[in-house]
């Protein structure tokens, strides 16, 4: 039994269609059952109700499974709430799900990391998806971890923040110059990847992937593949980083959803990279490019 968590996001939902479709029936952690039904097929999995962040809501979703995908976690671009906390969500939900998974006798965890993941200042968004990591890594449990740069694909929460900007701004912000380098990879080869994971836990067992597209993009050359891919042509603004943080701060103060967060700002300090052939390598097959999806799909 495979138990997902975060199973109605950008990546978990597309791995529960693809386990699905190769006959498997996973349970899925879910926050709202009605929301998840309209996500997820619900006639094929199962869905138990339940919230890492609620220890006593773990038990169940955790019988009987021997292996988790972790992929709950609260993304740098949301906006902190009562409900949805970094430090509440990343460090003391997967807190929570460990001690639930060792209870239960799991045998392994997948966990859906980022790019780029370090040791930061006590309390900050990265420090928490530090701590996530390093929970996991001292768990006992078998466990691997999957860092991957920036995803792209339908509904894909960095491009479409992008392709938002874009439509709605007179300029392109160039952040810091826009010289920060970004790998951009597809969600269903990261999903691939995933699949192998779980399909190879002796191989795997221990490891850390850091995973990224075919190519280097700079923030402003992905700018300009999707002004080219929208037909649009936009002035470029220079946007010096501590006047964005300036900004991101406003933004997050009056904005439900604002499409800059202080958190965020952290992707970029570093250049969010690692070898060009690092799926190659490591997962034997090319992922797919960014320019190349784009030219097929659109935005
Ligand atoms: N998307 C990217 O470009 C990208 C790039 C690199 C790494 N990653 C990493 O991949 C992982 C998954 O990212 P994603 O893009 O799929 O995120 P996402 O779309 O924001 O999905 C987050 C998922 O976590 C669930 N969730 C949040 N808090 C929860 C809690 N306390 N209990 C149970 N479920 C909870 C959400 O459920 P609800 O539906 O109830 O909100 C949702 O299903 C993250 O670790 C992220 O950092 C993503």
Redesign the pocket.
């Known amino acids: 039994m495979i138990l997902i968590?975060?199973?109605?996001?950008?990546?978990?939902r597309q791995l529960v269609y693809r386990l699905v479709a190769q006959g498997e029936h996973p349970r899925c952690?879910?926050?709202?059952i009605q929301?998840a039904s309209a996500i997820l097929p619900a006639d094929k999995v199962e869905l138990v109700q339940?919230?890492?962040?609620r220890a006593v809501s773990l038990g169940a979703a955790v019988d009987g499974v021997d292996t988790i995908v972790h992929?709950?976690?609260?993304?740098a671009d949301?906006k902190q709430s009562a409900d949805?906390h970094y430090e509440a969500?990343n460090v003391g939900?997967t807190a929570n799900l460990l001690l639930a998974a060792k209870a239960a006798s799991v045998k392994r965890v997948i966990e859906?990391?980022?790019?780029g993941t370090k040791p930061d200042r006590p309390g900050s968004y990265m420090q928490g998806r530090y701590l996530a990591e390093e929970m996991l890594v001292d768990s006992g449990l078998d466990w691997t971890i999957i860092r991957?740069?920036?995803?792209f694909g339908k509904g894909?929460?960095?491009i479409t923040g992008l392709v938002n900007l874009l439509q709605t701004s007179p300029v392109v912000p160039l952040i810091g110059g826009g010289k920060i380098l970004f790998q951009p990879i597809y969600v269903e080869d990261v999903v691939t990847v995933i699949m192998q994971v779980l399909a190879e836990p002796e191989r795997t067992n221990k490891q850390i992937y850091t995973i990224g597209g075919p190519d280097y993009y700079s923030f402003r050359q992905i700018f300009d593949v999707l002004l080219q891919a929208t037909h649009k042509r936009r002035p470029r603004l220079y946007a010096p980083l501590p006047l964005v943080h300036i900004g991101a701060a406003v933004m997050e103060a009056v904005l439900p959803k604002p499409p800059l967060t202080k958190a965020a700002m952290a992707l970029f300090s570093f250049d969010n990279i690692t070898d060009l052939n690092s799926v190659e390598r490591d997962f034997g097959f090319k992922p797919q490019s960014l320019k190349t999806y784009l030219e097929k799909q659109g935005v």
């Open positions: 968590t975060g199973a109605t996001g950008f990546i978990g952690l879910v926050r709202n929301q339940g919230a890492t962040t992929a709950a976690f609260m993304t949301r949805n969500t939900g859906i990391s980022g790019l991957p740069s920036v995803l894909a929460p960095f």
